[in-house]
Each structure stands twice: as structure tokens, then as C-alpha cells.
């Protein structure tokens, strides 16, 4: 099949979620003998208008991000052109929204209507906005807060009613979709996220990985690695670790990422007295993440909200790291299945601390425990959540639109 990938980002540098749902599946289809294209955007980094990655296509078109109206403006207009344009030559036959933004370029084409289509939601647009901007206290900038939404809420549905089938990674965000845009359950597929299981694999010797990280060799070393935005919940794991340090006297947090609550994050782990059991490392670069997987003895995800999926889990779990998670979106999904022991009761500091607190005792106190628990975390992902699995799935629904 000929089929092209509409996204708002890129897989020449993977730094999120949303890029590594689209690198795998784009790059694994292209594998499986098809003909794989990337329309997206050109953004800041990108010094050419077309790339080759892995194999697969990527066509990036110029956006004006002078404001917000030459934003959505320049998205009509240039996504449109280029895709007409990739159309002539390729013919394609599914395309894949995975955000709304460049999938509201397309559609406002005359040469899409015929095409199916299939969107991959991995969240909410107008969501993911009012999470990272919260409502402005002032009149003045209410207004373009209020249409901002506005906007995201228009695009997004657009593109939702003009695909014949949506996918989501969780029930969790079938049923927001439901909700928000009336989206039939008929029209919703769900298809896991996966994880690399060559690339995220435990490890025989954590003191090696420990040494060259420059990590405490013998503290308990918890992990998270996450964009340091106040959704994640990472001020309620700090006082969470001050509970735990009572306890656990040799509890040692290790918190990769970068963000705008960085600062903030780093004045509370002094202010509450933990600067000696945090380490902030900043961006953990891809060819290192696996390593400071493998180096941990627990994974926490504290979010607070808008927990999609949650690949990062699995590719902790993946790791031979057990997972202690908040129940959130899409991590009840993952965790319950696995174990339900594992989820918080809340996303409360002292319910974090409390389940924190348990794990690691009972993991210092028997090591066999740990190693039984890491032996069926790797299972657990092996059975159903690699992204040879999901891709399979997603060719599946591509070859059900294509011949309707």
C-alpha cells in the first residue's frame, strides 16, 4: 500500500511519545514492503524540506508561527499545496492523521475526499493546550485563551468526522473522545502502544551501568523521566520522597527531563531539605535511555493527568523495572493488568510515599522478590506490547478501509 502519515512532528529526532508511535509504525510499515510518507510540518531544526529516514519519506511544509492566525493560515494553505502535490506522484492509498493541525490542511484538499482515512488520536488537542496553559486570570487574556480552545476543539473534530475509522492507544481516551466529540464506539479501534524490545532489554550487571551514569552503587535508586510540565505530578513525587527518606534512609530519586517547572522542582528539594537523595540529570538523550532503565530499582510515574498510554511504562517494564504508577488515563490499563498493586490509590504525596515506602522495603529485605517481580515485568511486555504487535494490528485496519 501507498500510504502517507500526517503528523505536527517529526521523526528526524525522536523526544516524545508522539514521535515514537509515528518513527515505529512508519518505519516498521515501510519494512513490511510499503510505501511510507510523512507529511508534517517544517520546523525550526529542519534544514531541508525533504528527508529520508530509515527509508521512509518525510515532506515537511513552511509554517508562519508569527501568531496564531498566520499559524492556522499557513497550515491551511502550504500543507494543502504539498499534499496535492504528493498526491499526483503517489496516488495514495490510506492516509494516517496522527494530529489535527496538518490533518485540517488536508482535508480542506478536494483530492482527499476519496482517500480513506484512519486517525490516530494520542490525545486531545484542546487538552494537551489547557494543560499547558492554564486559564489566564485577567479579561484580556481570557479572549484568546477561550479561542484558542475554540480552534483545537473546530480542527480536531474536522478531521475526527472525516476519518472512517480512529484509533486510540487506551480505552481511556475511546471513551474521551466519546465525550467530547460524540465519536460512535463502532467508528473506535483500540490498539496499544508498543515498545523496542531489542533496544529496551534488563541488564545482568546494574553496578557497570551505575558506575558510568555516575549513580549511587548501593542506595535504592528510583527513576522517572518525564517533560517537566506541572501535569506530571513530579512536585507531588518530591514531597512523596521526603516521607520515603524516613523510612528508607538510603532512598535516591534519579529524575531525568526538561521543562518549564525545572527551577521550581529544584528550589523544592532544597526547601524540603532532599537535595542529597534527587538527582536531576536534565534530557536524557535516546542512545542513553535504555541504561537508566536498567540502572533503577523502581520506575515511578506520578502524573497527574492526561496519561494517555504511557510508553514510557513499558519501556520500564520492558527493562526488567517494575513500575509503581499513578491511576491515571491510561497507566490503570497497563498496571492492572500487570499487577494492581503496583498503582497508587491516588495521586496524593502521601499515597505515593506509603506505596513507595512498601515496595522498597519489601525489595531490600528479599532481592529474589525484585528479581522475580523484574523476570515477569519482561514478560508481561513480551506477550502483547511489542510494536511488531501493533503494527501488525494498524496494517490490519488500513486493509479493512482500503477495501470497503
Not at 507529511?39 to 508569527?66: A, F, M
Not at 486570570?137 to 481570557?142: E, L, Q, S, V, W
Not at 472525516?162 to 465525550?179: E, W
Not at 508481561?380 to 482500503?402: C, H, I, K, P, Q
Request: aromatic share 10%; charged share 25%; with cysteine.
Amino acid at each position: 500500500m501507498n500510504i502517507l502519515f500526517v503528523s505536527d512532528v517529526s521523526i528526524a529526532e525522536v523526544i516524545g511519545g508522539a514521535e515514537r508511535v509515528l518513527f515505529e509504525q512508519s518505519t516498521l510499515l515501510q519494512k513490511r514492503g510499503h510505501d511510507i510518507h510523512i507529511l508534517t510540518r517544517k520546523l525550526p531544526e529542519h534544514k531541508l524540506g525533504h528527508e529520508v529516514i530509515h527509508g521512509v519519506n518525510e515532506w515537511r511544509y513552511d509554517v508562519d508561527q508569527s501568531n496564531a492566525f498566520s499559524y492556522i493560515k499557513s497550515i491551511s494553505l502550504n500543507c494543502k499545496k504539498l499534499f496535492e502535490s504528493l498526491q499526483n506522484q503517489h496516488s495514495f492509498d490510506c492516509i494516517n492523521f496522527h494530529q489535527p493541525f496538518s490533518a485540517f490542511g488536508v482535508i480542506r484538499s478536494p483530492a482527499s475526499r476519496k482517500i480513506r482515512k484512519v486517525y490516530t488520536c494520542h490525545s486531545l488537542s484542546f487538552e494537551e493546550f489547557q494543560s499547558r496553559n492554564p486559564r489566564p486570570k485577567n479579561i484580556i487574556g481570557r479572549i484568546p485563551h477561550f479561542l484558542n480552545i475554540k480552534v483545537r476543539k473546530f480542527i480536531e473534530r474536522k478531521a475526527l468526522l472525516r476519518s472512517d475509522v480512529v484509533v486510540v492507544l487506551s480505552r481511556f481516551t475511546g471513551k474521551k473522545l466519546q465525550r467530547a466529540y460524540k465519536i460512535s464506539s463502532e467508528k473506535i479501534t483500540i490498539i496499544p502502544g508498543g515498545v523496542d524490545l531489542e533496544r529496551f532489554h534488563p541488564t545482568a550487571d546494574r553496578t557497570k551501568i551505575r558506575q558510568q551514569l555516575n549513580i549511587p552503587q548501593k542506595k535504592m535508586i528510583l527513576f522517572t523521566v518525564r517533560n517537566l510540565v506541572s501535569r506530571m505530578g513530579l512536585e507531588n513525587l518530591l514531597y512523596a520522597v521526603k516521607d520515603v527518606v524516613e523510612a528508607v534512609p538510603d532512598v535516591y530519586l534519579v529524575l531525568g527531563g526538561e521543562g518549564p517547572v525545572k527551577n521550581d522542582l529544584i528550589s523544592l528539594t532544597q526547601k524540603l531539605g532532599i537535595e542529597n537523595h534527587v538527582k536531576f540529570v536534565g534530557f536524557v538523550p535516546e542512545g542513553l535511555l535504555p541504561d537508566y532503565y536498567r540502572m533503577a530499582d523502581i520506575f515511578i510515574l506520578p502524573t497527574l493527568e492526561l496519561e494517555g498510554f504511557g510508553l514510557i511504562t513499558l519501556e520500564a517494564l520492558a527493562s526488567g523495572v517494575p513500575v509503581l504508577g499513578t491511576p491515571v488515563g491510561g497507566t490503570v490499563e497497563i498496571l492492572s493488568r500487570f499487577n494492581s498493586k503496583y498503582l497508587f490509590k491516588d495521586t496524593k504525596p502521601e499515597s505515593m510515599a506509603e506505596l513507595i515506602i512498601k515496595t522498597c522495603q519489601e525489595f531490600r529485605n528479599n532481592p529474589e522478590c525484585w528479581q522475580d517481580v523484574s523476570s515477569r515485568c519482561r514478560l508481561f511486555v513480551e506477550e502483547d506490547y511489542s510494536w511488531g504487535v501493533n503494527v501488525r494490528l494498524l496494517e490490519n485496519v488500513f486493509a479493512g478501509v482500503t477495501t470497503r
